[in-house]
């Protein structure tokens, strides 16, 4: 069973690949915000960290995986796990949560992913749109039903 979250929005102020060759790839540690810049108007809650890698020879597509951990909010500590195709100019794209830890252990949905503000050709800030949902808990589980594959003292 699952329970489905609300709608989350989370912005990442995000390093662009425009200048990568197919192959190329960027490691990302970038502040995640809920509001469209950095200051009074929005805050930190997080880090998007992963890679980009420009995976195509006749289009400007990357292939993304990252891991947006959460530092503040009801799910403080927890992760969330992105990976799909992002064709850059399209208005919208479409990326799969293929994962989350925490309070967002088993999570499953998709992205729809924008690029809200161009501040120069490197430097943007792109929109996340989350839907996921999160299996619930068994509240039988207590850990006991461990299934042990093999052990030394056989």
Known sequence: MARTREKLTLLVAAVAVGLLLAGGAVAIDDLVTDGPGVGADSRPVGRAQGTYMLSSQHEEVIVVSITVVLTAGPYNG?????????????????????????????ASGYVLWTTAKVWSEVHMVLELDVHASVPLPDEDDDDNDVLVLGSRDA
């Open 78 to 106: 927890s992760t969330l796990v992105v990976a799909g195709r992002d064709r850059i100019y399209d208005q919208t794209r479409e990326l799969a949560v293929v994962g989350g830890t925490g309070g967002l252990r088993g």
